[in-house]
C-alpha cells in the first residue's frame, strides 16, 4: 500500500512556480497495477520519484507498507567509480538479500558479460539500463515504479524486460508510467490521473484512460 497524506511539490522553471502536486491525498493498494496518466509536463515521472524517495517533498508525505523500488530504469544510484558487479553487491547488502543470489541474476537478465567487472561511468546507455532494470527486478520489491518501460535496452531486452516485469506483476504492485494506452490496458488494472497538480484515481483503467483522453482533447 502507498499512501499519498497532503503531497505537495513544486519547483521553478525559468522563473516559474510549477506546481507538479498540490496537497494529494491517494491511496494505492496493495498488489494493484496502477497506470498513472497525464498529459506531457503534468509531472508523472516527478511523482514517482517522490514515491520511491528519490526526489524530495515540498511538503506532505508519502506512506507505504512493503518495499517500493526506484523508478525501473533510473541510473542515479550507482556509483560511477565502482564496477557493476560491485554495485550490485552493494545494493544487495543494503537492502539485506544474498549477494551472491542476486549478482548471479543480474549478469544472466543483463548479459554484460565481463563488462559487469568494468566501471559503471564507461558503461553506455544501454549497459546502465540492463544493469538497473535487472537489478530492480531482481530484489523483489513488493511495488515497482516503473517509467516507460519499453524505453530501456534494445529490442530484444525490451521484450524479455516486459515478460519479466508481467510475471513480477502476478504477486507484486506497480504504478506504471507510459504513453501506449495498450501497454496500460496490459499491465495495470486500476489508474490515476494527473492534471494541474490534482490526483484522480480510478478502480478501472478503462475509466482512468477516458478521463486522460478527455484532458487532452479539452488540451488540443
Not at 517533498?57 to 507505504?64: D, E, F, L, N, Q
Not at 508481467?166 to 495498450?182: I, K, Q
Not at 486500476?190 to 482533447?217: C, P, T, W
Amino acid at each position: 500500500m502507498i499512501r499519498l497524506q497532503d503531497l505537495t511539490k513544486e519547483f521553478r522553471r525559468n522563473g516559474q512556480r510549477v506546481l507538479v502536486a498540490d496537497r494529494v491525498c491517494a491511496t494505492f493498494p496493495a498488489r494493484r497495477s496502477v497506470a498513472l496518466l497525464g498529459r506531457n509536463g503534468a509531472g508523472k515521472s516527478t511523482l514517482l520519484k517522490l514515491i520511491a524517495g528519490t526526489e524530495d517533498v515540498t511538503s506532505g508525505a508519502v506512506i507505504s507498507t512493503g518495499t517500493i523500488s526506484w523508478p525501473v530504469g533510473f541510473t542515479g544510484a550507482f556509483h560511477p567509480r565502482l564496477t557493476g558487479l560491485q554495485n550490485v553487491r552493494f545494493v544487495a547488502r543494503i537492502h539485506g538479500v544474498d549477494s551472491d543470489a542476486l549478482l548471479d541474476f543480474v549478469q544472466d537478465f543483463a548479459e554484460l558479460g565481463a563488462k559487469i567487472r568494468l566501471p559503471y561511468a564507461s558503461y553506455s546507455s544501454g549497459m546502465r539500463a540492463r544493469l538497473a532494470f535487472g537489478l530492480s527486478m531482481g530484489l523483489g520489491f513488493d511495488t515497482y515504479l516503473v517509467d516507460e518501460i519499453t524505453a530501456v535496452g534494445d529490442a530484444a531486452f525490451r521484450r524479455r524486460s516486459a515478460e519479466l516485469f508481467r510475471e513480477r506483476l502476478t504477486r507484486a504492485g506497480a504504478v506504471v508510467v507510459s504513453h501506449s494506452m495498450p501497454q496500460m490496458r496490459e499491465l495495470c488494472d486500476m489508474g490515476a490521473v494527473l492534471e494541474q497538480g490534482k490526483l484522480s484515481l480510478f478502480d478501472d483503467v478503462e475509466e482512468a484512460i477516458a478521463r486522460h483522453e478527455e484532458n487532452m482533447a479539452r488540451a488540443a
